[in-house]
Every structure is written in C-alpha cells, then in structure tokens.
C-alpha cells in the first residue's frame, strides 16, 4: 500500500511537470492530497519528495509527454501516471484508472513572513559622578 502511495505521489509530481510545458512551472511546489495528509514535492532538479506522516521518500521523475508522468522507484522500477492539472488541483492517474487529487500548498514568501520588528539601540548610560572625575584624571 506504501508503495501505490508513493507512486501516486509521484505520478502526481510528475503531473504537474506536464503542466510546466504549457503553463511554466505550475508544477513545482508542494501539493497535499485532497481526502489526506500525504503531500508530494516537485523541484525544479527533477526530484520528487512524498511524504506521509513521519515517512519520507526522496526520488525522481521524468515525463514521457506533456499528459505522461515516469516516478522513477528504484528496484521498483517506475510508475506511470497520467496528469491533469486544473487551477490549484493535480490529479494523478493510474493505469487501472484510480485517481488522486492534490491540491497545492500556498506557502508565504520568505519576504510576506512575519518578521520581528528591529530593536531600537538602547540609550548610553551617563558614567557616574565619581567616574567621569576618574577619567578627567587620566
């Protein structure tokens, strides 16, 4: 079951690098299963990261087409998935016609972060009486 999950995840990274070729990079980013947990990852080097609780699968992808999906699993060979992408939902599709959708995670930029406002300098202290004779000495 791991392992169709995993595939699933990584027919869906692969969708929407189907997508890229009409739309950019519509693909990349991080997309979590609609009726789920799991999310799945694109980045722009061809890697595809599925994610499922505390379990983390790192591996690659490549597209046979704009609509074809190749999720490269090592031993396990690969996984072929069919990929539509419309507005904000993937949906990755098995040979046997089982479907997964996604729907992309919306992250902040770094800049739209909230951030803590810069400290304000603190004040000198004046030096004591005794201190500022001490250093009229010297």
């Not at 992808?61 to 939902?89: C, E, H, N, W, Y």
Request: proline share 7%.
């Amino acid at each position: 079951m791991k392992a169709f999950r995993l595939a699933c995840a990584v027919a869906f990274v692969l969708a929407l690098v189907s997508c890229s070729f009409q739309t950019g990079w519509i693909m990349l980013g991080k997309w979590q299963k609609v009726d789920g947990k799991e999310t799945v990852e694109f980045t722009r080097d061809g890697t595809v990261i599925l994610a499922s609780g505390p379990t983390q699968i790192k591996t690659n992808f490549r597209m046979k087409d704009p609509k074809t999906l190749d999720i490269l699993l090592a031993s396990l060979g690969s996984v072929t998935l069919q990929v539509a992408v419309d507005k904000d939902i993937l949906t990755l599709t098995d040979a046997k016609g089982h479907a997964l959708k996604y729907k992309k995670v919306v992250e902040p930029p770094a800049a739209q972060k909230k951030a803590e406002p810069p400290k304000k300098p603190e004040p000198e202290k004046k030096a004591e009486p005794a201190k500022k004779q001490e250093m009229a000495k010297k």
